[in-house]
């Protein structure tokens, strides 16, 4: 069983920064694609950055030069520096990933739980 668990969200003043953390455990052969998608009250799901299964990191352009994506492939994890961030960045961020485990021959989705993000003064 593989699970991906997200920390780090709360509320923060506009302009405050914000770090939030992903680690996957459990059975996993191999991780490729892991990043962050985040969803708005009455929004779709939209992909904040990830890292694609060859390595390249992808930003969506409201975050681009304020959101910095990393990934530690020894401990399972990545991470999401937010900064100057904005109220309209409000939402639950949810950390996905593209993990292959022990028993299959392909790679699953996998979700984490989501944590809030809440930008107010």
């Known amino acids: 069983q593989v699970q991906l668990v997200e920390s780090g969200g709360g509320l923060v003043q506009p302009g405050g920064s914000l770090r939030l953390s992903c680690a996957a455990s459990?059975?996993?052969?191999?991780?490729?694609?892991m990043g962050w998608y985040r969803q708005a009250p009455g929004k779709q799901r939209e992909l904040v950055a990830t890292?694609?299964?060859?390595?390249?990191?992808k930003y969506a352009d409201s975050v681009k030069g304020r959101f910095t994506i990393s990934r530690d492939n020894s401990k399972n994890t990545v991470s999401l520096q937010m900064n100057s961030l904005k109220p309209e960045d409000t939402a639950i961020y949810y950390c996905?990933?593209?993990?292959?485990?022990?028993?299959?021959?392909?790679?699953?989705?996998?979700w984490g739980q989501g944590t809030q993000v809440t930008v107010s003064s």
């Open positions: 459990g059975s996993i052969f191999s991780i490729y694609a």
């Open positions: 890292f694609t299964s060859i390595g390249i990191t």
């Open positions: 996905n990933a593209a993990i292959r485990d022990f028993v299959s021959d392909y790679a699953e989705d996998y």
